[in-house]
Every structure is written in C-alpha cells, then in structure tokens.
C-alpha cells in the first residue's frame, strides 16, 4: 500500500516541523538519514498526532512521530495486550 492509498493527514500537518522538508528523509533505507528524521520529529510540535496517524494505519511505512515502522508495530502490539488484559481484569472482577 502506499501513501496515496491511505487517509490523508489532518490540518495538524500544517504545522508540522517537516512539511518543508523532502519526504525521502523519512523513507530513506540508512541509519543517518532516519536519525535525522528523528530528529527533527524531537522537537515537531504535532509529534502526537502525527503518530496517531499512523499507529493507525499499519501497512504505512517510513518515519511518522519519530517512531520507525517497527517501533510502531510494537507500540500497537503494547496497546493491544493492554486491552485485552484490562478487559480480562474487569470480567475476572465482576465473575468473583
């Protein structure tokens, strides 16, 4: 899937500290290039919402709120364990 395929960021990218920057920084293959990216993520005052975006869109690839795609993937699999324990913790509870 590429980006064209998915939902368009909100007005937020508007004031993101790399909407004057080329993408290729954020998609790029070496190490230099994506700690650069990170870096400028660092200090982006939309950080948040740029990484809800694309926490919520899985098959996006590249460099979104300072997090890579694999850092992503873990964070979803983090909050997906979560939810399915404090929903188990709160049917344990009402079934004692």
Avoid: H
């Amino acid at each position: 899937m590429t980006l064209e395929d998915e939902p368009r960021p909100g007005a937020w990218a508007q004031r993101a500290a790399c909407r004057n920057t080329s993408t290729q920084l954020f998609f790029a293959a070496d190490t230099v290039s994506a700690a650069a990216a990170r870096r400028l993520c660092r200090c982006c005052p939309v950080r948040a919402e740029c990484a809800d975006y694309a926490l919520g869109l899985p098959d996006l690839t590249g460099i979104w709120g300072g997090m890579t795609d694999g850092e992503r993937r873990r964070v979803r699999q983090a909050l997906s364990c979560s939810e399915s324990t404090s929903g188990l913790g709160s049917r344990a509870r009402r079934a004692g």
